[in-house]
């Protein structure tokens, strides 16, 4: 995951993106649906967050 986050984050500095948020993922989907992986669900709530923030200001 390490490398890829890092390509895509080097993309959206190209692209003059600079406030990125950290990555949000769900493994071994093939046991456990990522609707049910905590981690997961708390990442998407602060995804959730972070954008309504910086859609108020």
């Known amino acids: 995951m390490g490398k ?3 390509t895509a984050c ?7 993106c600079h406030d990125i948020f950290p990555l949000v ?6 046991n ?4 049910k992986d ?3 669900l708390n990442g998407i709530d602060n995804i959730v967050r972070y954008f309504n923030q910086a859609e108020a200001k």
């Open 32 to 35: 456990r649906p990522a609707a």
């Open 10 to 16: 080097t993309l959206l500095h190209h692209m003059n």
């Open 4 to 6: 890829a986050y890092e």
């Open 25 to 30: 993922y769900s493994h071994n989907t093939n």
């Open 38 to 40: 905590p981690d997961a």
